[in-house]
């Protein structure tokens, strides 16, 4: 089915899914880090010190996700959306109002942009394209997956313009206002006539995709598999929230500045739409299986520019690369969830990738934050990261070999 026709044929949804993973850019890294250095100030907080607490708010997301995101399985859609649109409002406002007596309210606030923003609101999107569409899985997620995309490229500005115009207090307590007055009623709106269509999944469910049975999450934590896809299925959340979350200190160490850093992520938002388009393709024609070893290889590229030229234009160029490993991960990760463990938990078993997924973003703060602090270069810092890419591209051919194998079986 091609794109045009998939999306009039689907647009409701698809708009969906692509709204829940745009504003869920209120809990993304690349985001919260733009108003570090107020945090910082406010707080007297070092790098390393806002990196923790940072971190220690993104693992107690994580454990949440546990409990909050297989309900997705047993929850209509609706509902369980429409709560977390609502969180997410809610998490702004509180990162608005937060005193400065405790680091405990900005823990607070950061689990809440974490928990509801980067979490659950990635995680209907993904679970909602995945489960819904056995048919044009991949076009669903990759069109889905473009609110990533679209948001990366405008938000920053946006940041950075009500910080200059309004103060940070003022900029987050504008997008809370503004979700909590249209974010739910989008939502409620766009999943219109979701009772029939969760009723033809159910129907379907008990034909199951060829070579698939339906594992539950307990299952899938005895599967070889899994643990070795795991290291390259985090690694781009990983990677990114170390660079992105400390691009002050990159760009202060390059010699660039702010906004011409913030800038790339244009670039990166078009590079990420041109990996997730072109991933929803080949994975609805080949399959997520064949296609994951070539995932982080884009990235390597752009880490071993990053760490070892200083010249402005490395900006856009890490920026594109990087943006093809993440969109062809958005769309990519999902399916492959979908294609090695079925559909029926999809929920639970998404949300424990998740939860583990975001610890990855939780210690990449703390850690870089530390070696930072300790007088490790950033340029030292990147170049281990490809080793991590390297490492963690080795196992994905023999859990491809496995997973094939038992797929034919």
């Known amino acids: 089915m091609r794109y045009l026709s998939f999306v009039l044929s689907n647009r409701r949804f698809l708009a969906f899914g692509f709204a829940m993973a745009f504003f869920s850019a209120f809990g993304q890294t690349y985001f919260i880090a733009l108003f570090n250095a107020d945090l910082r100030a406010l707080f007297g907080l070092g790098h390393g010190g806002l990196g923790t607490v940072y971190g220690l708010a993104t693992l107690s997301s994580a454990g949440l996700m546990l409990a909050v995101g297989p309900l997705i399985d047993r929850l209509d859609l609706r509902l369980y959306a429409g709560l977390v649109a609502a969180g997410v409002a809610g998490a702004c406002l509180f990162m608005a109002a937060v005193p400065v007596a405790s680091v405990v309210f900005l823990f607070l606030a950061f689990l809440l942009l974490r928990f509801f ?179 982080l290889l884009p990235h390597a590229v752009g880490l071993a520019l990053l760490s070892t030229l200083e010249a402005p234009p490395v900006i856009f160029a890490y920026m594109a690369l ?48 530390w070696l930072l602090d300790a007088g490790t270069g950033i340029e030292t810092i990147l170049l281990l990261f490809i080793v991590y890419i390297a490492l963690a591209t080795a196992l994905v051919p023999p859990a491809v070999r496995r997973a094939r194998a038992r797929r034919v079986a």
């Not at 991949?138 to 950075?160: D, H, N, T, W, Y």
């Not at 559909?343 to 850690?367: D, K, W, Y």
Request: hydrophobic letters at 55%; proline letters at 4%; charged letters at 10%.
């Open 117 to 295: 923003g980067q979490g659950l609101m990635s995680h209907v999107s993904a679970t909602a394209m995945a489960r819904y569409f056995r048919e044009g899985r991949g076009r669903a997620l990759s069109l889905a997956s473009l609110g990533f995309a679209g948001s990366e490229a405008v938000m920053p500005p946006i940041a950075v313009g009500l910080i200059a115009a309004l103060g940070w207090r003022q900029a987050w307590g504008t997008i809370g206002l503004v979700l909590a007055v249209g974010l739910v009623p989008l939502v409620l709106w766009l999943l219109r006539g979701h009772a029939a269509r969760h009723a033809a999944y159910v129907g379907g469910a008990a034909t199951p995709e060829a070579g698939v049975r339906h594992w539950s999450r307990a299952e899938m934590l005895r599967d070889p598999v899994f643990f070795l896809l795991l290291p390259a299925m985090l690694a781009p959340a990983f990677i990114n929230t170390g660079v992105f979350f400390n691009q002050t200190t990159l760009v202060a160490a390059k010699g660039w500045t702010l906004p011409l850093f913030a800038a790339g992520f244009a670039v990166y938002a078009l590079a990420t739409i041109a990996g997730a388009l072109g991933t929803g393709v080949l994975v609805d024609r080949t399959g997520a299986l064949r296609l994951f070893v070539l995932v």
């Open 322 to 369: 990087a943006g093809l490993t993440m969109g062809a991960f958005n769309t990519g990760h999902g399916a492959l969830l979908a294609e090695v463990y079925g559909t029926a938990h999809l929920g639970a078993i998404r949300s424990l990738f998740l939860s583990l997924m975001v610890v990855s973003t939780a210690a990449a703060p703390a850690l870089m934050g």
